[in-house]
Nanobody, 120 residues
Framework: QVHLVESGGGLVQAGGSLRLSCAAS????????MGWYRQAPGKQRELVAT???????NYADSVKGRFTISRDNAKNTVYLQMLSLKPEDTAVYYC??????????????WGQGTQVTVSS
């Protein structure tokens, strides 16, 4: 069993900041990539940012320069620092991890999601 637990969402005014955290736990042998996705009402889930085991990052164009993804490999935790938030950043943010379990299974795992609401 693998669990991803997110925290840090909430309500913030435009221009404000939030920091999301996601901790992976369970029967984890190794984690390749971790990342954040988001889904706004009526829209498809979209990539926000990813980071691989070597620290290489990838960002959606809409968040470049405002969001920073980082990870603590020792804690199996990924963070998303969000600055200069805009109302269009409002969405449910989901943590994702591509990992291998001790049983040798490689798969995608998702957190339950955390709501981020940016008021204008």
């Amino acid at each position: 069993q693998v669990h991803l637990v997110e925290s840090g969402g909430g309500l913030v005014q435009a221009g404000g900041s939030l920091r999301l955290s996601c901790a992976a736990s369970g029967s984890i042998f190794s984690i390749n990539a971790m990342g954040w996705y988001r889904q706004a009402p009526g829209k498809q889930r979209e990539l926000v940012a990813t980071i691989n085991s070597g620290g290489s990052t990838n960002y959606a164009d809409s968040v470049k320069g405002r969001f920073t993804i980082s990870r603590d490999n020792a804690k199996n935790t990924v963070y998303l620092q969000m600055l200069s938030l805009k109302p269009e950043d409002t969405a449910v943010y989901y943590c994702n991890s591509k990992l291998t379990t001790y049983s040798g299974r490689w798969s995608d795992y998702w957190g339950q999601g955390t709501q981020v609401t940016v008021s204008s």
